[in-house]
């Protein structure tokens, strides 16, 4: 099939994309996004968080950096590390195998000096992203249930997982309005001109990438 111009309903092209199949492994199904920024322009920059209705399929290993009751409530929740001091030299040394981390208002003043390390693999607790919060234990649940970040990259592009070639279509198409719902709400709060979407593909790990129609499914 030549899909070199041809634009598909965000439909078509995830019936299209499940109906194709691998032996080896289960693919993940991953939207990336054209945006109309200038992405130099920090006022213009994309980023934030959606929870996806039926997550990305991805197990999320989660870090949080809290004491006391709060610690508990990490553990509770599903937190693969909780820690203080402690966390922060294991990370200094280079031990960053986590997805995702967490932190309360009062531990920043022992995360902020590890800006350097968290910053470039983003993984920098964000009030924005909901990875600085008092509410440890929601913050925890929604990490491990795949919530995703949305920000663009140098180039003005966004790439993030909807799911896997296992989910059922109704469930890509859920996942995916919920990337497009964020990104709305992202264009009221940014000083863009014109369109923040330029264009938008779907594609599986191996397969053909496919040019989705701008319309969003509702």
Same mark, same amino acid.
């Given at each position: 099939?030549?899909?070199?111009?041809?634009?598909?309903?965000?439909?078509?092209?995830?019936?299209?994309?499940?109906?194709?199949?691998?032996?080896?492994?289960?693919?993940?199904?991953?939207?990336?996004?054209?945006?109309?920024?200038?992405?130099?322009?920090?006022?213009?920059?994309?980023?934030?968080?959606?929870?996806?209705?039926?997550?990305?399929?991805?197990?999320?290993?989660?870090?949080?950096?809290?004491?006391?009751?709060?610690?508990?409530?990490?553990?509770?929740?599903?937190?693969?590390?909780?820690?203080?001091?402690?966390?922060?030299?294991?990370?200094?040394?280079?031990?960053?195998?986590?997805?995702?981390?967490?932190?309360?208002?009062?531990?920043?003043?022992?995360?902020?000096?590890?800006?350097?390390?968290?910053?470039? +693999? $983003?993984?920098?607790?964000?009030?924005?992203?909901? /990875?600085? !919060?008092?509410?440890? #234990?929601?913050? =925890? &649940?929604? @990490? *491990?249930?795949?919530?995703?970040?949305?920000?663009?990259?140098?180039?003005?592009?966004?790439?993030?997982?909807?799911?896997?070639?296992?989910?059922?279509?109704?469930?890509?198409?859920?996942?995916?309005?919920?990337?497009?719902?964020?990104?709305?709400?992202?264009?009221?709060?940014?000083?863009? +001109? $014109?369109?923040?979407?330029?264009?938008?593909?779907? /594609?599986? !790990?191996?397969?053909? #990438?496919?040019? =989705? &129609?701008? @319309? *969003?499914?509702?």
């Amino acid at each position: 099939m030549d899909t070199k111009d041809k634009k598909f309903s965000v439909e078509e092209a995830v019936k299209i994309i499940s109906d194709e199949s691998s032996k080896k492994f289960v693919e993940a199904i991953d939207v990336a996004v054209n945006l109309g920024i200038d992405p130099i322009k920090t006022d213009q920059a994309v980023r934030g968080a959606t929870n996806l209705p039926h997550g990305s399929g991805k197990t999320y290993k989660v870090a949080v950096f809290a004491e006391g009751d709060e610690a508990k409530e990490a553990k509770d929740a599903g937190a693969d590390m909780v820690g203080m001091e402690d966390l922060a030299d294991d990370m200094k040394k280079g031990n960053i195998d986590y997805d995702v981390i967490i932190a309360t208002p009062e531990t920043m003043r022992i995360v902020s000096p590890l800006g350097q390390i968290l910053g470039p +693999k $983003g993984l920098m607790p964000n009030p924005k992203l909901g /990875t600085v !919060t008092n509410d440890i #234990s929601k913050a =925890v &649940k929604e @990490a *491990k249930a795949g919530q995703v970040e949305i920000r663009n990259d140098k180039d003005g592009n966004i790439g993030v997982s909807i799911g896997k070639k296992s989910f059922n279509d109704d469930q890509l198409l859920k996942n995916y309005n919920a990337i497009l719902d964020t990104l709305e709400k992202e264009k009221s709060n940014n000083t863009l +001109k $014109g369109d923040l979407i330029k264009s938008t593909f779907i /594609t599986s !790990t191996m397969g053909v #990438s496919y040019k =989705v &129609k701008l @319309a *969003k499914n509702i």
